[in-house]
């Protein structure tokens, strides 16, 4: 899964051609522009293959031999993108609603998963759950510092702002359970797709740093269409590119899934709160 990211250089072509593609992501989640979406797709694999082409043999990137092919990985993020934008992002709590967000979000990982390791011959892609390593005093206290942190700012930012009605209402022992899986479900998936899939592809062509602020464009994207709107990406953004350097570091999907999923415990706590004012009245909002 990837070269030395910290060893790769800035080639313009390469750069333009990432950041055409990553650029789709807003287009399809934040403006919700289907066209604009495709055509930056178009131009990016345009400028991958332009990238692809200069300053070597074309042959040995096609067919997998030497540096790896920007246009293959690029398509894999493409692929990803596309399948996503199959479904609304609009957070729902009925059974078709999950349904679709399984599909949907299951293919956006597994599809290219699949292409990369079966039609590419490659792997671009992978899931390294653990690093090999025992977690450490560090790693223990930034799982501590996530939950306090995320005690502390989320009840602003969704009872604040008022973003919690972007999710639906939660006033049922059923519906506060199906809430519970799904915020659950997508905080691994956002790990699954953003780092081992799109993070991981953009390691293979660009120092870390450029990586990261390219997964951290789609990253954001994504949360805005799911509800994490208003001043949501002052929030996303860092913990995006947090999760980025805790993965370069780590190389744990399971850690990185951990820090996710205490994260969300919170705002699914927040959620049912914000709903329901009696329920988890341990916030600093909560009177």
Request: hydrophobic share 55%; with cysteine; net charge positive.
């Amino acid at each position: 899964m990837g070269t030395t990211a910290l060893r790769l250089s800035v080639k313009p072509w390469h750069t333009i051609a990432a950041s055409l593609t990553v650029l789709a992501a807003p287009a399809f989640f934040v403006f919700e522009d289907l066209v604009s979406g495709f055509v930056l797709l178009t131009l990016g694999m345009a400028a991958a293959y332009k990238a692809d082409r200069g300053g070597c043999d074309p042959n040995r990137r096609f067919l997998g031999r030497g540096a790896p092919s920007l246009l293959r990985d690029l398509s894999l993020i493409a692929i990803g993108l596309l399948i996503v934008r199959t479904i609304s992002l609009a957070a729902e709590l009925g059974n078709i609603a999950m349904l679709k967000f399984t599909l949907a979000l299951g293919g956006a990982v597994l599809v290219p998963y699949l292409v990369s390791r079966f039609i590419y011959q490659d792997r671009a892609t992978g899931f390294p759950w653990r690093a090999g390593q025992r977690w450490g005093k560090l790693h223990w206290g930034w799982l501590a510092a996530v939950l306090v942190l995320g005690w502390l700012i989320l009840p602003f930012y969704f009872i604040g702002s008022g973003v919690y009605q972007n999710w639906p209402v939660v006033d049922s022992p059923e519906l506060i359970v199906r809430l519970f899986v799904g915020v659950g479900a997508v905080g691994i998936w956002d790990e699954l797709f953003f780092i081992c899939t799109v993070f991981a592809v953009l390691l293979r062509h660009f120092p870390a740093w450029l990586a990261n602020v390219l997964q951290a464009v789609v990253f954001v994207s994504f949360l805005w269409e799911l509800g994490y709107r208003a001043w949501g990406p002052l929030l996303t953004i860092p913990f995006a590119l947090v999760q980025g350097v805790i993965f370069l570091r780590t190389k744990s999907l399971g850690y990185v899934v951990t820090v996710h999923l205490l994260f969300d415990a919170v705002v699914f706590a927040v959620l049912v709160h914000a709903h329901n004012p009696t329920l988890f009245q341990i916030f600093p909002t909560a009177p």
